[in-house]
């Protein structure tokens, strides 16, 4: 369904009618594509706090402060008190003016800590400064913040966060630890020689991940319902992968995935799942259980089943997918709100043990409102308010959130664990 008031805002009549109105006025996002693989412009790299940080290696800086830029990096790791968020004031202040439509504002932060109440007070501030600076900020640019104490295992997350890849990613905190930095032989293929596996993968999001996946050179394996096998085919054959026809709710789903993958595979993502709104007052307990155990449960289940096994190889890789109505709750969805919090529950949980005991990460992306075949169904006055409800005025499309997943599945990211990413544009609903 296409947003027919964004391109009606970016006519000469339409953005005078919308600015007189006092309505949203959603700025074009800049997507990545070959022809389009970076943004246009300069990073500036600035400093508040005393740090001793070096980006160098983790950010392609540029000296001259007078010329556009398409992004600001403040470095914020070294303050330690509210003098030093003075000086956040002091470095942003004046560089966001010169920052383009479409750019990037990245706060590094440090990680908060528990013996110096000072500096847990300053570096808390700055994510209550990024989510403003979010909402403020206008024209297509997104504020982010990452927190971190090692720049080069932070650089697959700066690379992406500095990419048109990340254009509907805003408002969001991103906690990257240490660890060694495993460079792709070939950075334009980073999944090369990897095999990934996709749950319900015949279309919306899934397909998108799918792709994008497949773009990065991994081999994909597209799994969804027997029903939608044809469609799952479709999609695979146009990847040069294969498909899997399974309901991820068959107790033994693990075991078919594993049988039919004898070489095991490397990035996991679940991406299947399913509504059945009604009020709770209304809700039977088949609407119940079906959610529960497609958006849930199989996902513990067949997570458990390919981890035990070995399934997955070190260095692997597992993308849940949660859902901002898991994070802020929805009226009708009790039943999926619980299913996608859960999966945050599973992810903060089993992401330090999978890390420890199998080499493998665990992350969910937690998608807003994403132009699919699930929202053009919701009522027209619903969708648009989903829609307009964030800081990019606008619904992101399946591609950001499988943009999302590719930065997570990167062998760069071996230092993003328990995250749990929105892919919102900054939704109001919920943080
Ligand atoms: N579209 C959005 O705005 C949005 C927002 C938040 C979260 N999400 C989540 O993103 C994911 C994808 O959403 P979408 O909009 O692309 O949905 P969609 O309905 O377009 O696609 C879901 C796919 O999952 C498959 N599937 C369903 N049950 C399955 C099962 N038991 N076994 C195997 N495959 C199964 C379906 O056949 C379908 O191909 C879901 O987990 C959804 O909850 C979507």
């Given at each position: 369904m296409a947003d027919r008031y964004l391109s009606f805002t970016g006519t000469g009549p339409g953005r005078f009618l919308t600015r007189r109105l006092g309505l949203p006025q959603p700025a074009p996002l800049i997507r990545f594509s070959p022809e389009h693989p970076a943004l246009d412009g300069d990073v500036l790299l600035l400093t508040a706090g005393k740090s001793g940080l070096d980006l160098s290696a983790a950010v392609p800086a540029s000296a001259d402060s007078s010329r556009r830029a398409a992004a600001a990096v403040l470095d914020a790791t070294g303050v330690r008190d509210t003098d030093g968020l003075a000086d956040v004031h002091a470095a942003l202040?004046?560089?966001?003016?010169?920052?383009?439509?479409?750019?990037?504002?990245?706060?590094?932060?440090?990680?908060?800590?528990?013996?110096?109440?000072?500096?847990?007070?300053a570096q808390q501030a700055l994510e209550g400064f990024t989510?403003?600076?979010?909402?403020?900020?206008?024209?297509?640019?997104?504020?982010?913040?990452?927190?971190?104490?090692?720049?080069?295992?932070?650089?697959?997350?700066?690379?992406?966060?500095?990419?048109?890849?990340?254009?509907?990613?805003?408002?969001?905190?991103?906690?990257?630890?240490?660890?060694?930095?495993?460079?792709?032989?070939?950075?334009?293929?980073?999944?090369?020689?990897?095999?990934a596996l996709v749950t319900g993968g015949a279309r919306g999001i899934g397909e998108a991940v799918a792709a994008t996946l497949a773009r990065d050179g991994a081999r994909?394996?597209?799994?969804?319902?027997?029903?939608?096998?044809?469609?799952?085919?479709?999609?695979?054959?146009?990847?040069?992968?294969?498909?899997?026809?399974?309901?991820?709710?068959?107790?033994?789903?693990?075991?078919?995935?594993?049988?039919?993958l004898p070489d095991g595979l490397d990035v996991l993502v679940h991406n299947a799942g399913i509504t059945r709104d009604r009020r709770l007052v209304n809700m039977d307990a088949g609407r119940w259980s079906q959610v529960l155990d497609v958006n849930l449960a199989s996902v513990l289940r067949t997570t458990d089943a390919l981890l035990t096994s070995g399934a997955l190889h070190p260095g692997g890789r597992i993308v849940a997918t949660a859902?901002?109505?898991?994070?802020?709750?929805?009226?009708?969805?009790?039943?999926?709100?619980?299913?996608?919090?859960?999966?945050?529950?599973?992810?903060?949980?089993?992401?330090?043990?999978?890390?420890?005991?199998?080499?493998?990460?665990?992350?969910?992306?937690?998608?807003?409102?994403?132009?699919?075949?699930?929202t053009a169904a919701v009522p027209l006055f619903i969708r648009e308010a989903g829609r307009r409800m964030n800081s990019l005025a606008q619904g992101g499309l399946p591609v950001d959130v499988a943009e999302t997943t590719a930065w997570f599945a990167h062998p760069g990211s071996g230092a993003v664990n328990g995250q749990v990413v929105r892919v919102c544009g900054q939704s109001l609903l919920g943080a």
């Open positions: 202040h004046p560089a966001l003016r010169t920052i383009t439509a479409g750019g990037r504002v990245i706060v590094l932060g440090a990680p908060l800590d528990a013996a110096d109440h000072h500096q847990a007070a989510r403003s600076l979010g909402k403020e900020i206008g024209r297509g640019r997104t504020v982010n913040l990452v927190r971190l104490t090692d720049p080069a295992a932070a650089a697959s997350t700066l690379r992406f966060l500095l990419s048109p890849k990340s254009a509907y990613v805003s408002g969001q905190v991103i906690e990257v630890g240490a660890g060694a930095l495993t460079a792709p032989d070939d950075p334009d293929h980073p999944l090369a020689g990897r095999t994909v394996v597209v799994l969804d319902v027997p029903q939608a096998e044809a469609d799952a085919r479709r999609v695979a054959e146009r990847l040069g992968g294969s498909a899997l026809a399974l309901d991820i709710t068959a107790v033994d789903a693990g075991d078919r995935i594993a049988a039919a859902s901002i109505a898991g994070l802020a709750g929805n009226a009708g969805q009790t039943n999926y709100g619980a299913s996608k919090a859960g999966i945050v529950g599973l992810v903060r949980s089993l992401a330090p043990r999978a890390l420890a005991e199998h080499g493998v990460t665990v992350n969910a992306v937690a998608p807003g409102f994403i132009e699919t075949r699930m």
